[in-house]
Every structure is written in structure tokens, then in C-alpha cells.
């Protein structure tokens, strides 16, 4: 906020004569002419006008020895009443003084028409009691300023010189203490302004939607804003508030509620982006959802939604589009569960026991369930893996055996399941030996198994084949001895 100063020249007129008509001077029915030369420059400085009395009613003076009378001095009675002055220089009065009793009670500063730009009313001890100003010359005064003692009190503006005051401005020992403003021209202060007593903006307070309340408070530290309150929704509790550092937003509080509770905090960092956002969204203190971010970006969310005081849930992002996903399903302080997204890849896992080995492995493609991978007995090596076809239907299951090579136990998927799209069986394969080959073949119809297929000498081609009954018996049994692809004999089974 600007304010207007000014610089009041206390001039007292100069008599350049004294009164009355100089010695040796012979009265006259007519006014008298006396000219001058007071700085003995061989040039007139000073012409009086005297009377027939001999009094002198008139005094031009040439004070800067231009040749030019810029100063008149009106008297009557022997008594200054209006000095005139050209002061700069263009042959045109542009300032007028009126005095009673010697003491000036009015000053007026011409423009260049004539007209009044500035009025100046004295107390009668010389000191300035009202200024009246015509700022832009279109023939109205659009400041005024009022003075107790000679020390500025008030001031009443017309900024957009519509004829209306839109600016009222109270003061003390000529510094402002308090202001009203209309900034809309509506005839109604939509901003006030308040300060301290040096003179400084202390807090403003705003009226920005028109409704004639103030629903913005400002306060300032050191000519900067150090804070901010609003009432968005005109209960007259104030729900926003901003804090301020060097002119910069370090902190914003939200009341998202309406219950006069902050229940959203922003802090933001020294250049002034968001560094951390805390929602309290139960309303019970304490902050349930923290949003961090970097460069003001989002980086992190965590929340705690059982409200216990513990994170449960926090995600994560990563370049571009990744991130990932915790979760402590069971509120015991442990994540269990996480999903990483890499692009339209995503990968969901779950740790019940908490050892570091998953025991359910889901893999998600454009948000599609892809695969399902299964490790119960929580040995860091799979039990089972499902495979999901494009619709969702369970398309293939591989599980693992409990086969052995080299002596030792191994837990490998050496079975492949199919499944029509009813879920139904069709066909099975398995490595019993692990050695990367299948050697037994399942055969479903309808979900039933009708017969199995065996490959006892490991050459890759099956050599028995067993037909399977209703009820789930082997009904019928046959054998490839010399291993030419053809069964060589047959058993039936009861």
C-alpha cells in the first residue's frame, strides 16, 4: 500500500518596501509607480504600487533576476491579504496565497488552465488544516487530507475518479493507523487495512466475493504476509489458514469438516511446492493419510486406517507410471501384503507368516489377472502356479511333486493341469523324474478322467496305458513291450 506524502514550504511573504510611501515622496491624487533596483545589477527588481494615501497596495518582485515579476504581494489597509506567484517560470500564476492578520489561511496551486490542483486551508497559526487535491486535472479534488495541529489525522481518496470516495485512511503522529477501501466501486469498503505504530501494514482483512463480510484476514511481518485465515463457506468460522515465511507459503490448514478442526495440513518446502499433505479424515486429532512429495510431485502416500495410530497401508511412486503398494491387512504392524505396478505389469504378493516368503504370488496385466503363484509351505519355492487366459477363466494349473534327484527332495511344478473354459479338466501332464520331459499324460472328458498314459522307460514316448472307469477304477490296462509304439498285450479289470 502506497500512501501520499507531503512536503508543505512554509513561505512567509517578503516586504521588499516598508509600508507607506518612502521619505521625499510627494502625495498624489493618483496611484504611485516606485521602481527599484535592490540588487544594484542595473535592472528593476521591485515595483510598488502605493495609493493617493501613500499606502502602498501592491509589490511585484523579480527574486531570481530573470527580468520577470513572478511574485505580487496584494495589501489592503497596509495589511498582506494574497501573494501570486509565478514559480516555474512561464509567465502564468500557479500559486495563490490568502492571509488574514499576516498569517496565511489558504493556498492554491494552480494547473496549467487555471484550474486548482491543490488547496491548502491554514489554522491561522500557519499550519496546514485541510488539503484538497485534484490529482489528474479533470477539474474535481479527489484527496482530501485533514490535520489537528498541523499533523496529518485523515485522509479520503477518489482513486479511479469516478466522483465517489472509494478510500478512507485514519492517522496518528502523521503515520497511518487504520484504512478502508472500496476496491469494486460500489460504494462499500471491501478492504481494510490496520497497522501498527510505526506506520507498518500490520493485517488486512478482505471482503473478496462481494457479500459485504470480511471473509479474509491477512497479517504481515516486515512488509511481508505471514499469514492468511478465510471463511470459504461464510459460517464466520474461519476454515483456511496460510502461513507465510520471506513471502513464501510454508504451511496451509484446511477445515474440511466445517467443525472449526483443521483436518488438512500442506507443509511445503522453500520454494514453495508441497512437501507434505496430513489429513485427519475421522476428525479425532491426528493426522490418518500423509501425502509426501518431491519438486511437487507426489512420492508417497501412507495411511493408517484403522486409526490406532500405525500406518497400514503406504504406497510408493517410482518413475513414471510405477509404484508400489503395502498393506497390513491384520493391523499387527506388519506389511503383508505388496503390490509393485511396473508399467501395465503389476505383481501382488502376500506374507502371512511374516518370513520373508510369499505365499500367494498374483501377476496382473493391464489390471487382468495373468498368473497366481502358491507357496504354502512357505519354503521360498512354488507349490502350485495357475494360469489365467485373457476372459479370466483358470486356463492351466502346474504343481509340484514330491520327486527326487540326486538323492535329494525337490519341490518343482512337475504337473501341467488344462481346464476348458467351465473349469472342467481336459488334460494333464507330469515329470515325475524332473528331468524336463513329461512322462505321464491325463486324459478328461467332460471332468472325468478316462485314462492315463505312461511312459516307463523315460524314451518319450508313451509304452502303458491304463482305461479308466466310472466310478474312477482302472478298467482296462495295456503294455508296449518291445516298445514299437503298439501294445503288445492287454489286461481287463473286473
Known amino acids: 500500500m502506497r500512501f501520499i506524502k507531503f512536503l508543505i514550504i512554509m513561505i512567509t511573504p517578503l516586504l521588499i518596501v516598508p509600508l507607506g510611501m518612502p521619505p521625499g515622496l510627494p ?39 530573470d527580468g520577470r515579476m513572478e511574485t505580487v504581494q496584494y495589501y489592503e489597509k497596509g495589511e498582506l491579504i494574497r501573494v501570486e506567484r509565478d514559480t516555474d517560470g512561464d509567465g502564468k500564476v500557479d500559486c495563490i496565497e490568502h492571509l488574514e492578520k499576516g498569517k496565511r489561511i489558504r493556498r492554491l496551486t494552480l494547473g496549467a488552465g ?112 505471514a499469514g492468511e485465515e478465510t471463511d470459504t463457506d461464510g459460517d464466520g468460522i474461519f476454515d483456511r489458514k496460510v502461513t507465510y515465511r520471506s513471502g513464501k507459503t510454508i504451511c496451509l490448514e484446511t477445515d474440511i469438516g466445517a467443525d472449526g478442526r483443521v483436518g488438512e495440513t500442506t507443509v511445503y518446502d522453500d520454494r514453495g511446492q508441497p512437501e507434505r499433505v496430513e489429513t485427519d479424515s475421522n476428525r479425532d486429532g491426528r493426522p490418518d493419510i500423509i501425502t509426501r512429495y518431491n519438486g ?5 502416500v501412507e495411511k493408517d486406517r ?52 510369499p505365499e500367494t504370488t498374483r501377476i496382473y496385466e493391464q ?70 520331459r513329461p512322462d505321464t499324460w491325463y486324459i478328461y472328458e467332460k471332468g472325468r478322467l478316462m485314462e492315463i498314459r505312461e511312459d516307463t522307460d523315460r524314451d518319450g514316448r508313451p509304452d502303458l496305458w491304463e482305461t479308466v472307469g466310472p466310478g474312477g477304477e482302472i478298467a482296462l490296462r495295456k503294455k508296449d513291450l518291445n516298445l514299437d509304439g503298439i501294445a503288445d498285450i492287454e489286461e481287463t479289470f473286473p
Open 27 to 65: 502625495l498624489a491624487c493618483a496611484e504611485t509607480l516606485v521602481e527599484r533596483d535592490t540588487d544594484k545589477d542595473g535592472r528593476i527588481d521591485q515595483i510598488g504600487r502605493f495609493d493617493p494615501e501613500g499606502i502602498l497596495i501592491q509589490l511585484s518582485a523579480d527574486q531570481d533576476g
Open 114 to 225: 487555471g484550474d486548482p490542483r491543490e488547496i491548502i486551508s491554514y489554522d491561522g497559526q500557519d499550519r496546514p488544516e485541510k488539503i484538497e487535491k485534484d490529482t489528474t486535472g479533470d477539474g474535481r479534488r479527489d484527496s482530501v487530507f485533514t490535520y489537528v495541529a498541523g499533523k496529518l489525522m485523515a485522509a479520503e481518496q477518489d482513486a479511479d475518479t469516478d466522483g465517489a470516495t472509494d478510500a478512507w485512511i485514519s492517522y496518528k503522529e502523521e503515520r497511518p493507523v487504520s484504512g478502508r477501501f472500496d476496491d469494486t466501486g460500489d460504494g462499500r469498503a471491501d478492504r481494510e487495512m490496520v497497522y501498527d505504530p510505526n506506520g507498518n501494514l500490520r493485517e488486512s482483512r478482505h471482503d473478496e466475493d462481494g457479500d459485504g463480510r470480511m471473509e479474509t484476514v491477512r497479517r504481515y511481518a516486515e512488509g511481508k504476509t
Open 296 to 300: 511437487g510431485k507426489p512420492v508417497g
Open 306 to 357: 484403522n486409526h490406532d495410530g500405525r500406518v497400514d497401508w503406504k504406497l510408493t511412486y517410482g518413475e513414471k507410471e510405477n509404484r508400489i503398494l503395502e498393506t497390513d491387512e491384520d493391523y499387527d504392524g506388519r506389511f503383508e501384503t505388496r503390490t509393485v505396478h511396473e508399467g501395465d505389469l503389476s505383481r501382488n504378493t502376500t506374507d502371512e507368516n511374516g518370513d520373508g516368503h
Open 367 to 436: 489390471d487382468r489377472i495373468v498368473r497366481i503363484i502358491y507357496d504354502q509351505n512357505s519354503d521360498g519355492r512354488p507349490d502350485r502356479e495357475d494360469g489365467y487366459e485373457a476372459d479370466g477363466h483358470l486356463a492351466r494349473s502346474r504343481t509340484a511333486g514330491d520327486g527326487e534327484r540326486n538323492g535329494n527332495s525337490i519341490g518343482v511344478l512337475d504337473a501341467t493341469w488344462h481346464y476348458d473354459r467351465s473349469g472342467n479338466p481336459v488334460r494333464a501332464e507330469k515329470d515325475s523324474d524332473q528331468d524336463g
